[in-house]
């Protein structure tokens, strides 16, 4: 099998782009993530609370993102000057996290309606520990629900599809790498991966929420519940979650590339 696509999200719950390649850090994507959206008591806002984020774009630029918003209007976010750590948290983790200045706040708090500021996290020291059932005492993950990767298989997308009156594209589920040339559902039995000279551990199976059915163009959730309803009814662990895509965790650092080789490891 393959990598058949590499997608970043520079600002967690924000609209994903497809790259070319990527360059693999202990704690994620190099630029995935690193970027989040808090409201004023520094608590992490996705899609779960606010679908309009994902018709929010951000562009990638040497010294930071541009960020444009469905209303046409746009803001410039710069890598922020060491300065004074605010508090975060994303689900029960709590991290310090480098503030975005007064535009870009004042920009993101007129497009979504409320009092938000956008945070930035600016080293691996300031990174999360994963879920420790699942990893090592020194892994860590950025801004990222719980691992620094998520693999999808295009295969199993497939089947999925086959099931839904209307069928969906890979971005609701908000993969990192999506990979061809597999088995439907082969992920499921895979423990380790190496591809781009560096091996990742597979972590976990990815429990799915109500964010895969949203638009991610529209920005709004479908009436029929899809792909989640059809998805429930073939795919649920033993505690009752429903699961697509697989967590990866890796070891080392390097660069992947869409089309490289993906190889089960032990």
Same mark, same amino acid.
């Given at each position: 099998m393959k990598?058949?696509?590499?997608?970043?999200?520079?600002?967690?719950?924000?609209?994903?782009?497809?790259?070319?390649?990527?360059?693999?850090?202990?704690?994620?994507?190099?630029?995935?993530?690193?970027?989040m959206v808090v409201d004023a008591s520094g608590r992490f806002v996705t899609q779960r609370k606010l679908a309009i984020l994902s018709t929010i774009g951000a562009c990638l630029s040497p010294d930071g993102l541009l960020l444009s918003g469905p209303d046409g209007s746009s803001v410039k976010l710069r890598v922020p000057e060491?300065?004074?750590?605010?508090?975060?948290?994303? %689900?029960?983790?709590?991290?310090?996290a480098v503030l975005a200045n007064h535009?870009?706040?004042? %920009?993101?708090?007129?497009?979504?309606?409320?009092?938000?500021?956008?945070v930035y996290m600016e080293s691996p020291g300031t990174a999360r520990p994963v879920d420790p059932r699942f990893g090592i005492a020194t892994d860590r993950v950025s801004f990222a629900d719980e691992f620094p990767l998520l693999l999808v298989n295009k295969a199993s997308l497939d089947d999925l599809n086959a099931r839904l009156e209307h069928p969906v594209d890979v971005r609701r589920f908000r993969a990192n790498v999506v990979v061809e040339d597999a088995v439907a559902w082969a992920e499921d039995g895979w423990r380790a991966l190496e591809f781009?000279?560096?091996?990742?551990?597979?972590?976990?199976?990815?429990?799915?929420?109500?964010?895969?059915?949203?638009?991610?163009?529209?920005?709004?959730?479908?009436?029929?519940n899809e792909p989640l309803r059809t998805l429930a009814t073939f795919r649920r662990n033993a505690r009752g979650?429903?699961?697509?895509?697989?967590?990866?965790?890796?070891?080392?650092s390097g660069r992947i590339r869409t089309g490289d080789a993906v190889r089960c490891v032990r």
């Open positions: 990598i058949r696509e590499i997608w970043l999200y520079p600002v967690k719950g924000l609209r994903g782009r497809s790259v070319p390649d990527a360059r693999v850090e202990p704690w994620g994507l190099a630029a995935d993530r690193r970027w060491p300065a004074e750590r605010s508090k975060v948290s994303v %689900w029960d983790d709590h991290t310090a535009d870009a706040n004042t %920009w993101i708090s007129r497009l979504l309606d409320g009092d938000y500021r956008l781009g000279g560096v091996r990742f551990r597979v972590a976990k199976p990815c429990s799915r929420c109500a964010v895969i059915t949203i638009d991610q163009e529209q920005g709004r959730r479908s009436r029929d979650e429903v699961i697509f895509g697989q967590y990866l965790i890796p070891d080392g």
